[in-house]
């Protein structure tokens, strides 16, 4: 279940469905990244993602896909029309609860998270 919600995700950021998306996170979603916790739709979503795809226009197709529990570790790969956009790869984790994303965890460079972050539920 933990995979079919993350690629769901990923199917609904690639079509800008926010309202779908919306769906498929917990109220309390939290972004880490950079050592600052991002919480809610708004903080999450409305001031950050959204801002992103509309500066950098990428879509994303995953090239891995791990899922450890509740744990879902994606390999990602971005890409967009090259005159207005750069490719961008990187790693993100994901926590399942209840069929909702809960938490993503967010490091562009090499998802350095240490198991130590992720405590299972």
Request: with cysteine; glycine share 6%.
């Amino acid at each position: 279940m933990a995979e079919e919600i993350v690629r769901e995700y990923f199917d609904a950021l690639n079509k800008r469905d926010y309202p779908r998306l919306k769906t498929l996170l917990t109220d309390d979603y939290t972004v880490h990244q950079d050592g600052k916790d991002k919480v809610g739709w708004q903080a999450t979503i409305e001031d950050a993602l959204k801002k992103y795809l509309e500066y950098n226009p990428v879509t994303f197709q995953i090239t891995k896909l791990e899922v450890d529990g509740d744990i879902v570790t994606v390999s990602i790969l971005g890409e967009g029309p090259e005159e207005t956009t750069k490719p961008d790869q990187f790693t993100d984790k994901y926590r399942v609860i209840d069929g909702k994303i809960s938490e993503n965890w967010i490091d562009p460079y090499d998802c350095g998270v240490e198991p130590a972050q992720i405590k299972k539920s």
